[in-house]
């Protein structure tokens, strides 16, 4: 048993991960009501990554502006610049395949959609961002605002960065403590993992996604086109290497257990780790990775631009290249404040078809028929929103070395 143990720990996480998800997948489909149990590991897994996540960030972000030394750059220009141009880039993506391949819908009672009131305009949308900066501390520990946590650790590392060293010893040996606590968990991933696609499987099913095969053909469709295409073009452009092997790196470490866990904040922990593992600045990727996890939001700009442009179809609304270009904009600004609103990019569909004059009532509809295909929409969002996270932090590193004239040697950083 033992050695059976050492060699299933020997086993790199991604390989056990497969494992879990293969054994996740037959239960489900050979003894769903027998092996129910086995859920509550899915449960227990993404509730440790979330409870750990808003400590982890705070003491990482706090402990690397205390530390900071005079004259280290860090990427932070550049990462930013990579999530806002990579997030427009899918919103537009998004608009010309609903032009190629057009998707009209049958809308019913917005099924899933509930009470829920949308927000009423961007500025509503970034006035709920602004307001959660400056939410009160504890609060934004408790709610994982994820906002309000990088700007007040910035503040108090900022006001740590004159205190004495005894004391920034002791902050980095608590965040230490926090990233080794960070591992343990992330070693129950497969486990974690069996437990939640055997929950996805044998609860939701398939059936009642048949009927919106078109729409989920487009969205899907868009997203791996972004993940596979567009995000490796835009790697290159930056590292002038092959972008492959980082791209998928990050899309198997990263972006696997995001499509089972569907939270960017419970994936922070596993994005770390992989930065840590990639050689990336610490310095850069403790205040990058939390920062995407809330403003590079690829996937829900696909969401809203393909939704919102199936009920203008749907309407037989004529839309011409500047309102379609003008939607990229207003989808890409939306998914950035995505995170400041219940419901995430589904809830700012209606925002987005205001730009076309469509009644709240007919585009809450639309947002109903999203609840219905969000086991698998949200699924590749949340993949495609925070495996890009990891990927555009290394490539704003790797660029930095390759202006530096230092060698790059892209498999050997990803093997």
Not at 24 to 52: D, M, Y
Not at 56 to 76: C, D, P, R, W, Y
Not at 189 to 213: C, H, Q
Request: contains cysteine; aromatic residues 8%.
């Amino acid at each position: 048993m033992k050695n059976l143990l050492n060699k299933w720990n020997q086993l790199s996480i991604v390989k056990r991960i497969i494992v879990g998800l293969i054994v996740g997948i037959i239960l489900a489909v050979a003894i769903p009501e027998t092996a129910q149990p086995v859920v509550i590991l899915g449960s227990l897994f993404v509730g440790a990554l979330k409870g750990i996540a808003p400590i982890l960030v705070f003491f990482l972000v706090m402990s690397a502006i205390s530390q900071h030394k005079s004259g280290h750059e860090t990427n932070m220009k550049s990462i930013v610049v990579l999530y806002l141009f990579g997030t427009f880039m899918a919103g537009l993506t998004a608009v010309i395949a609903s032009f190629v391949f057009p998707v009209t819908l049958t809308l019913t009672a917005g099924a899933g959609a509930g009470d829920i009131t949308p927000p009423g305009g961007v500025s509503e949308v970034l006035q709920t961002l602004l307001m959660n900066v400056v939410d009160n501390p504890i609060k934004a520990l408790f709610n994982a605002n994820y906002i309000g946590i990088l700007a007040w650790a910035l503040v108090l590392g900022l006001a740590l960065r004159n205190a004495a060293e005894s004391t920034k010893t002791l902050i980095s040996n608590f965040s230490d403590a926090v990233s080794q606590m960070v591992r343990w968990v992330i070693n129950f991933a497969p486990l974690g993992i069996m437990g939640l696609v055997f929950e996805a499987i044998a609860t939701n099913g398939i059936g009642t996604l048949l009927s919106y095969g078109h729409l989920l053909a487009v969205l899907l469709g868009s997203m791996f086109f972004m993940a596979l295409v567009v995000n490796p073009m835009i790697v290159f452009m930056y590292i002038r290497k092959n972008p492959y092997p980082l791209v998928l790196r990050c899309i198997r470490e990263s972006g696997i257990t995001a499509f089972f866990t569907r939270s960017s904040a419970a994936n922070i922990p596993v994005n770390m780790s992989l930065c840590e593992k990639l050689g990336l600045d610490k310095d850069t990727y403790s205040v990058s990775i939390p920062l995407g996890a809330t403003i590079n939001m690829g996937g829900a700009a696909v969401t809203i631009s393909i939704l919102t442009l199936a009920a203008v179809n749907t309407l037989g609304i004529q839309v011409d290249i500047g309102t379609a270009l003008i939607l990229s904009i207003l989808s890409a600004v939306c998914a950035c404040g995505a995170s400041g609103v219940a419901g995430g990019s589904l809830l700012l569909i209606p925002l987005a078809c205001s730009l076309f004059g469509i009644p709240n009532d007919i585009a809450m509809k639309v947002v109903g028929v999203g609840f219905i295909v969000g086991v698998l929409q949200d699924s590749c969002e949340t993949a495609l929103n925070s495996s890009t996270d990891v990927l555009f932090t290394a490539t704003a590193e790797f660029a930095k070395w390759r202006k530096e004239g230092k060698e790059i040697n892209i498999d050997e950083k990803v093997a």
